[in-house]
């Protein structure tokens, strides 16, 4: 397994943007998809966004595209989320996930990611 460390999370007002950071450690990403979840309270953990770190394909939950962006930097082996016109229904924490390095595409079941970050908060006020 890899593991992997985020950070960039805070707090931020309606509109405003945040970017995140995923940055494995042990091992690289290889040809595991990389995904980005959130969990807000009371609520189940979801998918966000995601990518193939191979093939650097993406896919991004309904709710979010055009606003957030995934990306990658095979240097230092980090995966950002860069999130703009947040919301506050956006305030969860948010974690980044990697496995799955069977699939062709990005799986959006948390149950394929077998590596997980700590988790970072996400804060939107209005």
């Known amino acids: 397994q890899v593991q992997l460390v985020e950070s960039g999370g805070g707090s931020v007002q309606a509109g405003g943007s945040v970017r995140l950071s995923c940055t494995a450690s042990g091992r690289t990403f290889d040809y595991n998809a990389v995904g980005w979840f959130r969990q807000a309270p009371g609520k189940e953990r979801e998918f966000v966004a995601g990518?193939?770190?191979?093939?650097?394909?993406?896919y991004y939950t309904d709710s979010v595209k055009g606003r957030f962006t995934i990306s990658r930097d095979g240097a230092k082996n980090t995966v950002y989320l860069q999130m703009n016109s947040l919301k506050p229904e956006d305030t969860a924490v948010y974690y980044c996930?990697?496995?799955?390095?069977?699939?062709?595409?990005?799986?959006?079941?948390?149950?394929?990611?077998?590596?997980w970050g700590q988790g970072t908060q996400v804060t939107v006020s209005s």
């Open positions: 990518l193939k770190w191979s093939a650097d394909s993406t």
């Open positions: 996930a990697s496995g799955a390095p069977w699939s062709t595409m990005v799986p959006t079941s948390a149950r394929v990611y077998d590596s």
